[in-house]
């Protein structure tokens, strides 16, 4: 066999498994995409639950899928076949997640569960010190570990929430507080709005095809961690939204936008122009992320003129 036969051999090989690889990680990522989780199967309708219950918990199985399914934790992964080197779409998106999973737990603590001068709940000021390591520390401690203590000070949280005598802060379920968590979000949606839609960098150079993933699957980590909370916050204020048919609808189709954005998952991120014949998935992505943000800041409006 010819020494030019044996490298067309090798480099249809080659390309073969870059090929299938890829094909691989993407449907990979699709699944793991989903989270399986069943808010309603978890806390059936109709059964009491302590007011916080369902948020942390929420919480806690969104972060538990980032560490244990799929790849694991890729931001912190060892340089030789880290996220620089190898598929690095859902390191961008878990950088993303995490930065989601830190204002929601910020908001949660120093608002939803806390009023006036009362006392911060002892295993979510743990659980947010947790939430805010290095994402991309993988020894002394990992990123992982302190992750997973975060989980189980939200777990906590909970076990303390069914304790008799009960031992942590309830959630509020006031309006007024409500609102800070809206805004939070509002304001994640817009930075995943001005990754997603801006041309140029802050220097003014441009944005090549290539940078264009990383900015979308970090705006799609905060789509995909609002998704799922904002079915928990369904569940936590149902009271106040059965009375406010205006502020229900907002929701749901706040939501519908996001759980779209969530799962958006293309082949190749595509950076065509808007009159060319390819995609440019980014704009459409932004476009589920501006109608949920539009959404949400009609909810905050809404809410501020509730008395509760």
């Known amino acids: 066999m010819s020494r030019k036969r044996v490298a067309i051999i090798v480099a249809s090989a080659i390309v073969l498994v870059w090929i299938g690889g890829g094909l691989a990680l993407h449907f990979g990522q699709i699944r793991h995409d989903h989270l399986g989780y069943d808010i309603d199967a978890h806390f059936p309708r109709g059964k009491p639950f ?3 219950e369902i948020f942390a918990s929420t919480l806690a199985v969104i972060m538990g899928h980032e560490l244990h399914t799929g790849f694991g934790w890729r931001p ?5 076949w880290g996220p620089k080197v190898a598929a690095d779409n859902n390191a961008d998106r878990q950088i993303g997640i995490i930065m989601a999973i830190r204002e929601t737990t910020r908001v949660f603590k120093d608002h939803l569960t806390k009023v006036s001068s009362n006392e911060y709940d002892p295993n979510l000021v743990a659980a947010d010190l947790d939430f805010h390591y290095d994402p991309q ?8 570990s302190k992750y997973e203590d975060g989980i189980r000070r939200l777990r906590l949280y909970v076990a303390g929430l069914r304790a008799n005598p009960e031992s942590s802060a309830e959630l ?22 001005a990754r997603l839609y801006r041309d140029t960098r802050s220097d003014g150079s441009p944005i090549r095809w290539w940078d264009c993933d990383h900015l979308f699957y970090r705006s799609q980590g905060y789509a995909y961690v609002i998704y799922h909370m904002m079915k928990a ?4 204020y149902a009271v106040q939204i059965k009375a406010d048919p205006v502020l229900g609808k907002l929701l749901d189709e706040a939501t519908v936008a996001l759980g779209k954005a969530a799962v958006l998952t293309p082949v190749v991120v595509l950076n065509g122009s808007p009159a060319g014949i390819f995609a440019n998935h980014r704009r459409n ?6 109608e ?10 809404e809410l501020e003129r509730s008395p509760l």
């Open 137 to 144: 520390r993988w020894i002394f401690p990992s990123s992982e």
């Open 76 to 80: 912190n992964d060892f340089f030789l």
């Open 233 to 236: 916050v369904r569940r936590e």
């Open 292 to 301: 949920a943000r539009q959404k949400m800041y009609s909810i905050r409006e």
């Open 285 to 290: 992505l932004d476009a589920y992320i501006t």
């Open 172 to 193: 509020n379920q006031r309006s007024v507080e409500l609102v800070r968590l809206f805004q939070t979000w509002t304001d994640l949606l817009g930075d995943a709005h």
């Open 50 to 52: 302590k007011p916080g």
